[in-house]
């Protein structure tokens, strides 16, 4: 049984908008990072957006700083992510990922979701 699931994907034209939701299915986490990483067409899975248990401290890469926004309540399901000013090279498949390591790389996560995927296009 997959633990995460993502919601919220679709096409959209660029500059346009869509909200990301990540919840835990059959599976209490706890004191854990919670973060959002995409992968595009023969590249690498890369680091997106991520924030702590707490939701005081929120990471992000620097390609959307500014334009996407991750969020959730103290301790609580469904983590967000808001992305606003979509570019074409934002289409990826997006996957929620939980994990108590390195903020910044994969290796840093335990449980994946299977993904949800954004299409930006005119």
């Known amino acids: 049984q997959v633990p995460l699931m993502e919601s919220g994907g679709g096409l959209v034209q660029p500059g346009g908008s869509l909200r990301l939701s990540c919840v835990a299915s059959?599976?209490?986490?706890?004191?854990?990072?919670m973060a959002w990483f995409r992968q595009a067409p023969e590249k690498e899975r890369e680091f997106v957006a991520a924030?702590?248990?707490?939701?005081?401290?929120?990471y992000y890469a620097d390609s959307v700083k500014g334009r996407f926004t991750i969020s959730r309540a103290k301790a609580k399901y469904p983590v967000y992510l808001e992305m606003s000013s979509l570019k074409p090279e934002d289409t990826a498949a997006y996957y929620c990922?939980?994990?108590?390591?390195?903020?910044?790389?994969?290796?840093?996560?335990?449980?994946w979701g299977q993904g949800t995927q954004v299409t930006v296009s005119s």
């Open positions: 924030i702590d248990w707490s939701g005081d401290n929120t």
């Open positions: 990922a939980v994990g108590f390591g390195q903020v910044w790389t994969t290796s840093g996560y335990n449980y």
């Open positions: 059959g599976r209490t986490f706890r004191n854990y990072r």
